[in-house]
């Protein structure tokens, strides 16, 4: 069952523009969501994150929206660079410390694409 | 500081072999995860270890298993490989536990094909 949605599944822009990828969930439990960025041939790289309690956080040229209502969170890219073109995954995870755990649920991933 | 590694980067092996990979997590990390990364399934937990236990376990056979060493280095096992098994396995390590945003830093891979 997949518990993280994610859209769309691949996505051009032009350079400069904004990019924008959705996340819907369905375990209210989650409580931390995190971006990962994730070039060929490497390993995923956290690249920002949220607690539900903020409706937005932003860091430089990224920033994520989370509609806790909604279950839903998004990231947005401003000023999108070739250099970006990479692939993202939205993440959630349900309640952290030695207890709980560090158990990371992904969406499917966006192949995101930075036209010169 | 360096980064969490996997041992080997490149497998190939036939179905029915059985294969052991190995992380190396980040100085300090205590916990372990494991990922499988594939075209059609994404990116899907397989377990957790934490101070040599497993703490976390996702929905695979139990022809996948793991073990987490003192040193905190982790290996995972597949046994009676199948061609369904060939993906990308990910390691990740983080300090467990310590804050809210423990980070999970993911390793480069190990690229796995079953023929």
């Known amino acids: 069952q997949q518990q993280v949605k994610q859209s769309p599944q691949s996505l051009i822009v032009q350079k400069g523009g904004i990019s924008i990828i959705n996340c819907a969930y369905e375990n209210t439990a989650f409580d931390y969501f995190p971006w990962y960025q994730q070039f060929p041939g490497k390993g995923p790289a956290l690249l920002i994150a949220i607690r539900p309690d903020v409706s937005e956080k932003k860091e430089g040229r990224f920033t994520i929206s989370f509609n806790k209502s909604a279950k839903q969170f998004s990231l947005h890219i401003m000023d999108s660079q070739p250099g970006d073109s990479a692939t993202y995954f939205c993440?959630?995870?349900?309640?952290?410390?030695?207890?709980?755990?560090?158990?990371?649920?992904f969406g499917e991933g966006t192949q995101l694409t930075v036209n010169p | 500081k360096a980064g969490v590694t996997q041992t080997p980067r490149y497998l190939i092996k036939t179905r029915g072999q059985q294969v052991t990979l190995s992380c190396s997590p980040i100085?300090?990390?205590?916990?372990v995860s494991w990922y499988q990364q594939t075209p059609g399934q994404g990116l899907q937990f397989l377990f957790e270890y934490f101070s040599e236990t497993q703490r976390n376990k996702g929905n695979f056979p139990g022809r996948f298993s793991g073990r987490q060493f003192s040193n905190s280095r982790s290996e995972m096992n597949v046994s009676t490989l199948e061609l369904g098994d060939s993906a990308l396995y990910l390691c990740?390590?983080?300090?467990?536990?310590?804050?809210?945003?423990?980070?999970?830093?993911f390793g480069p891979g190990t690229r796995l094909t079953v023929l």
């Open positions: 990740a390590s983080s300090l467990a536990g310590t804050g809210y945003t423990d980070t999970q830093y």
């Open positions: 100085s300090g990390h205590r916990s």
């Open positions: 993440a959630a995870r349900r309640g952290w410390g030695r207890a709980s755990g560090s158990r990371l649920t």
